[in-house]
DNA sequence: CATAGTTTGTCTCGTCACGAAACAAATAGA
DNA sequence: TCTATTTGTTTCGTGACGAGACAAACTATG
């Protein structure tokens, strides 16, 4: 039961039937890829005819094509339907506080190349100005490729979504960057910005990979990193807010007046299970951001941590299982205000799954409601999926599917 | 962007634009009353025509009805058009863990009788087929209305939306408890369980006072009694979550290891806030959850306290201002993970809201992520309001004119 | 008082899109 | 070769919106 804003609304044309049948064909496509006209005329309970006539529009498009012919126990053999994205891509870049990634992507989001990175810039400027010169160069790489959709680019920190502009992106030290202008002038190609929690949460929402097809749209996915970044999918919608702060789990307190935080506040979840604080409770010291701690100029990581838990270094081990534990107490406060049919963790923690899902799970059992709340289904990420790649590319690639605004 | 569940969609059919539009017609009429159809078909962006027909329709549904004429400076004069509520009212029920009230409303949810109310019988047989008599007597003794468009129903604890069965109530001892069915059995009508957090929060969202007709559907409902109860509506829908307990902050941690809460946790926000703890604080000792107090055989409530925090009762003063400190630093949890345009605050906590506003402001900015998050509108809902029982009567006022499901 | 000008509301026609049903095409099996 | 079956297309009917003409109602004005 959704609210039609009396200021803000959409009224019904004479082609808004069609709009909305035709968005649901491209997505029982992708869905069900292959699927015949009379398959689909069926699972949507409309004629075969009407099927026809949007087929034929969607042909017309080039969004779809015409691919084999399938088999049956008699008659005529159906004509199978497919997306159309051969020679069809987007650009995916992921700008982090040190390094950038750009892949391309076809417009079901699966990866077509390999992640090419560069050091990130900290002048917006110069950096917009390199990444428009990678990604020429990538496309020019890629001549095969005849269109691209655009362009998706996700940045740690705070984006608003009206204007696409980089409000807060604390690790780069940008306030009020615009982005979107800059690279779209450079590249002619449509633009989309996005925090990256809210990117990697769009991608797993759009993905088709398994069950994911028939979820329901309610999932976060939290990724642990040197911040924690949250994104949130509550009834098919991503969770902006108002102030394009929502989902900002990262700074509720565990417990007010607990480890002090990069926020400036007390005890916030971040404060207990960042990788700097894993690493801090490693040390039995603070540890500052970027700061080499082992080998010779290498910076000691959370990955080299697990490595040593791995091989039984007893205080490792409880570094990692007191982050394990705040992290599902922190879960429980997700799962209990959120209520999510699924959570996806991010992050390097995610290579320490095995070791830590158990503690993870008594943590979050602890404060969870109900029962049935603490049984929600919480998934790793590893980064060889390169979530945040993938959500940049989802930027671009899911609007084409997404429900037509009406009422 | 909404995405299409490609295993539960809906397709368009040829009424559907229609559906739309009819709607939408249906919401102006109601947030722009009177109205005329050359206005509708101004504000909508449709030809006079499609508006006649699709007026034609709600009128013969006696949906809206036309009133007096308008004035305008030239020309043939308009006929004005609003809703139809005359002779149609709903019955709204709130059940409370000692007394259930009931009230009759029109199809906006203004209040047409006074309140009246009955103690609650614990038992759930027994408590429908009193709260069934009770609505019978009040139709009777209200001829002159027509029609009944059902009855809504709050309950202070988890209610499962799909099936309306009352999962949990623990301050009435029921679980999986279904009213729905004898209710409607009895009085031959339809029926709508909500939990109460939920239910004010979509009659908060539904209201037209003032502004809220342009408001963003991005709201919090926090009733501070007992326990806490929140209602949530995130992009102009309610937030209900997998297991029907989203929104529990009221089981947020303010400290890990904070006070005993009666969920059996530690530390929870209402732990901190609820009526029992501000109570708590003040006498130095725990209170049980009806315990007289004070007078004879009276309990003494918040309300009293707040009566001596008013003649300057030091200790009294102290109390609440512990409570308002709190309630501001887990509003800081709310807001940092919601970003709602506004937070509305119900309980008995409101009647010192004058004494206690600067207080919960100031805890809020020390713990909200931005400045604009921290200046985030907060409105106290006063008891005389009875959201609670307009809450009730949106369950079923509001389905009308919420968008239709399509996609 | 008649008339012009203006605005509201209705009517007609054209077009888009879906539903029903007939039809053409393709295929397996008798 | 014929029949049954299934797919995909075509035709016709109908619902709904857009454009524009028209009737109705009202004011101002000479």
Known sequence: MRRINPSRFQVATRGTSRDINSRIVLNLVRAHQPISRADLARSMGVS???????????????????????????????????????????????IRASETFLILADLLGKPLTGVISFPTVRDPKQQVTKLAARIKRLMAEHPEIDG??????????????????????????????????????????????????????????????????????????ISV?????????????????????????????????????SCGSQGCWEAYISNRATLARYFGRPV???????????????????????????????????????????????????????????????????????????????????AAAAETEIRPVAATEHPRLVGAAALVAAPAFAAPVVA
Request: aromatic content about 4%.
């Open 288 to 370: 500052n951001l970027a700061g080499p701690e082992d080998a010779a100029n290498r910076p000691f990581t959370v990955e080299d941590l697990i490595t040593r838990a791995r091989a039984s270094d007893a205080k490792a081990v409880a570094a990692i299982e007191a982050t394990a534990r705040y992290l599902g107490l922190g879960l429980a406060s997700v799962i209990n205000v959120l209520d999510p049919s699924r959570v996806y963790i991010g992050g390097e923690i995610t290579l320490a799954w095995d070791l830590i899902e158990g503690t993870v799970r008594t943590a979050l059992g602890e404060r969870a409601l109900t």
């Open 48 to 94: 075969r005819a009407a099927v026809t006539l949007i087929v034929n529009d969607l042909l017309a498009q080039k969004r779809i094509f015409e691919g084999a012919t399938g088999e049956t126990e008699r008659g005529r053999k159906p004509t199978f339907l497919y997306i159309d994205s051969r020679r069809r891509a987007v650009i995916a870049a992921d």
């Open 148 to 221: 691209y959709e655009g362009i998706g680019v996700v940045v740690p920190g705070m984006v608003e979504h009206s204007t696409m502009r980089v409000l807060h992106a604390p690790t780069l030290g940008w306030r009020n960057v615009d982005l979107r202008e800059p690279l779209a002038a450079a590249t002619r190609l449509n633009v989309q910005i996005e925090n990256s929690g809210r990117a990697c949460a769009l991608a797993q929402m759009w993905a088709l990979r398994g069950d994911h097809a028939t979820m329901a749209g309610d999932l976060v996915y």
């Open 225 to 261: 990193s040197d911040g924690i970044g949250v994104g949130v999918i509550m009834n098919g919608e991503v969770l902006r807010g108002r102030h394009n702060i929502a989902g900002e789990f990262g700074h509720v307190p565990l417990s007010l007046d607990g480890p002090k935080c």
